[in-house]
């Protein structure tokens, strides 16, 4: 073959080769982004509604349209999610919750299967989530990328400037701002209103933080480790962080005082939390690798230890019976390094729920098949109670998933 024919052979491939480029690139830009899920409805009121279709929820927070009665035990969310409450509405109980991955709110309610999103706003990497009263402010904890550390982030589900009333997309943003502290622990006010952060830096540092970001101290120690649970006006309950091997401590903060006093002596992996009147304290610690689970009865000073062995956080207390709580009991294996394996997630169990009558120390079992019931084991956390006592919701610990029971 002569030079000319090799130069003609390889200006025809270039002009192929550009031809294919260029058509590509018109064909990309020119195809339209895949539109959102039409299955998951929008709204940009806060307003709930009756609604009588039923839906299932899938891994993508969308949901389906079928018929059926809602079950006892129902998986609302198979996606991991950061954190959720039941909203008090005219017409029974909303729930609302947020989504792990991308922050955004969704709500269902106790008498329908139909999921709607609140907010569409991204909040990557929700790690923990609070809804305030009637959802009018969320408190989401997120991770700082540029510093590794934990912050804050205080919203008010809003409608979107410029949005025209017959947008498809009227869903609200969720507009708010980031609290200039770095707080390690949080825990909302019974109230819903405000909540109390500790500090992350330094020495203990308390502060009661409204939802404007403003806030008032009340609290200094030495120790910065602090788990707190705001358990009524006048209480909070102080616990330092525990692990197996070393001794922590409780003890009652009132916010108004600020008199710190002792709830509970020294004791290895010490896990704790108040009754609403803060007139019981729930709690575990470690004993020679054994799971020991008590009561404290705050007025008498007496413990007694429990046969229905778990730990603290896998309970949620009753607002109206005040000695009430709920919680997931371990069907078998509750010895090792607690809690610090069961935190670091090396030991999961498989739980049934049981309530527990703080004052009279009864134990009724609510499930004796909760496994078989959920298709999956079930390891209990972040218990939330109705008002009324008849539903809760709990996270499975094993994938974040959330799940509401009728009792």
């Known amino acids: 073959m002569t030079r000319n024919k090799i ?10 080769i550009i031809a294919v480029v260029v058509g590509g690139y018109f064909y990309l830009t020119s195809t339209k982004a895949t539109p959102p899920p039409t299955n998951v409805t929008a709204t940009g009121s ?43 509405t005219k017409n029974g109980y909303s729930i609302w919750y947020v989504d792990r991955a991308t922050g955004n709110v969704f ?28 959802g009018s402010n969320i408190v989401l904890r997120t991770l700082n990328e540029t510093t590794g550390g934990i912050q804050t982030f205080i919203g008010s589900p809003k409608a979107k400037k410029g949005v025209s009333a017959t947008s498809t997309d009227n869903t609200l943003e969720l507009a708010g701002i980031f609290t200039s502290d770095a707080l390690s622990m949080i825990s909302m006010a019974p109230s819903k209103d405000t909540f109390f952060g500790i500090t992350g830096s330094g020495s203990g540092i308390g502060n009661i933080y409204s939802f404007a970001a403003k806030s008032t101290n ?53 896990v704790a939390s108040a009754s609403p009147s803060a007139s019981h304290v729930l709690y575990s610690e470690n004993k020679g690798n054994r799971l020991l689970f008590g009561v404290l009865d705050v007025k008498t000073g007496s413990e007694t230890t429990l046969a229905a062995a778990t730990i603290p956080d896998k309970c949620g207390w009753s607002s109206t019976d005040t000695t009430l709580a709920y919680c997931g009991v371990p069907k078998s294996g509750v010895d090792g390094v607690f809690p610090d394996d069961w935190y670091q997630g090396k030991i999961q169990f498989n739980d049934e729920i049981r309530s527990i009558d703080a004052k009279t120390l009864q134990i009724t079992t609510l ?19 109705s008002s009324d006592n008849k539903y809760l919701l709990f996270t499975n610990k094993r994938d974040l998933s959330l799940w509401m029971l009728e009792i």
Request: positive net charge; proline residues 6%.
């Open 367 to 385: 499930t004796d098949n909760l496994e078989q019931q959920a298709g999956a084991a079930i390891d209990v956390v972040n218990v939330k109670v």
């Open 7 to 16: 130069l003609g052979v390889v200006f025809v491939l270039f002009v192929i």
């Open 46 to 88: 806060l307003v709930d509604t009756d609604t009588t279709s039923n839906d299932t929820s899938n891994s993508d927070n969308t949901s389906t349209t079928t018929p059926g009665v809602i079950p006892k035990l129902r998986h609302i969310s198979t996606s991991p999610v950061a954190g959720y409450d039941f909203v008090t």
């Open 218 to 270: 009340i609290f200094s120690n030495p120790l910065k480790k602090w788990i707190p649970q705001w358990v009524n006006a006048s209480t909070i309950l102080m616990t330092s962080a525990p692990s197996a091997k070393t001794q922590n401590i409780a003890y009652f903060l009132n916010p108004t005082t600020k008199a710190f006093t002792k709830a509970l002596s020294p004791r290895n992996g010490l």
């Open 107 to 134: 709500k269902t309610a106790t008498s329908t299967l139909d999921v709607t999103r609140v907010t569409n706003t991204t909040i990557p990497k929700v790690y923990e989530a609070y809804i305030g009263a009637g």
